[in-house]
């Protein structure tokens, strides 16, 4: 038997908040579904801080700190079953709405340190530019680094679809596969002028990324920064229009489910991130 499925623990989170006008009900249900797998892991491993009172926070900048947490001493492996609830209540004689989110699912502990890569979202090519709240048409980087040598792929949700951000989408074959990153060397993706950090590539394949909301005020995204000391297998990936890698929210969530079982030292990070008009 895999001695890391061993450690796996069935998960029960619950989660409730108030429905605000900066969110689609989508991306609401999303955060609330982040939340209540934070709660759950909470529970049932513990804290590296006390983070739990920050989830209620509405501001934000304070939401996108808390969902991009690394507190937590355990990871979320699979979600077997999501509820969501709405409730309509009267508060100052006005109608207000919640949404309860209860969410079932298995998760481990993590019982020893994880290596501790560094991974941002950035709105110039420098690591001084970290932000996670993003205007209208910015350009978009990503900064990393690692204390050992290993293996490296970037993704992207928005909505209803997965995006291969790195490897480039003109990157094929072998070079395909997760990018084999060096120990302690600082690299920022998505910038054609800091493609000499990179083995094997030219400027020419370097992905620029612009943001856009494309139409409403102010949309979430995330980001997955995966890396393991040694090689793992990338998902099945559909080739959209332009050469785009895609694959379904549910395939890549099962894709990640696998690898943490399976894989010793997988590893991701998951960066929440705004882009307003």
């Not at 090519?125 to 990393?144: A, G, I, P, V």
């Not at 943001?211 to 980001?223: A, D, Q, V, Y």
């Not at 959209?240 to 379904?248: V, Y």
Request: aromatic share 12%.
């Amino acid at each position: 038997m895999n001695i890391y499925a061993q450690k796996v623990k069935k998960l029960k989170g619950k989660v409730t908040e108030q429905l605000e006008d900066t969110h689609t009900v989508g991306e609401f249900k999303e955060t609330l579904l982040r939340k209540a797998q934070i709660m759950a892991l909470a529970d049932a491993f513990g804290t590296n801080l006390s983070a739990a009172s920050d989830l209620r926070l509405g501001n934000t900048e304070m939401e996108l700190q808390s969902l991009n947490t690394s507190t937590i001493k355990g990871e979320w492996i699979k979600t077997d079953h999501v509820e969501y609830t709405w409730h309509l209540t009267r508060e100052n004689e006005q109608q207000v709405i919640y949404l309860e989110c209860n969410v079932e699912g298995k998760g481990r502990a993590i019982e020893t340190p994880e290596l501790n890569f560094k991974a941002s979202t950035l709105n110039c090519n420098s690591s001084n530019c970290e932000t996670t709240m993003f205007k209208e048409m910015s350009h978009f980087y990503t900064y990393f680094q690692s204390p050992k040598k290993g293996y490296v792929s970037i993704y992207m949700r928005e909505n209803d679809k997965v995006y291969r951000l790195f490897p480039y989408s003109t990157m094929h074959g072998d070079n395909a596969k997760p990018y084999k990153v060096k120990a302690d060397q600082e690299y920022i993706f998505f910038d054609p002028k800091k493609a000499e950090s990179f083995e094997g590539i030219s400027s020419r394949q370097v992905d620029e990324l612009v943001l856009s909301t494309m139409g409403p005020k102010r949309i979430f995204n995330r980001l997955y920064v995966i890396y393991c000391p040694t090689e793992f297998d990338k998902p099945i990936l559909k080739t959209e229009e332009g050469g785009i890698k895609t694959i379904s929210p549910e395939d890549f969530q099962e894709w990640l489910s696998v690898q943490k079982t399976n894989t010793k030292g997988f590893q991701e990070k998951v960066i929440y991130f705004s882009i307003e008009q």
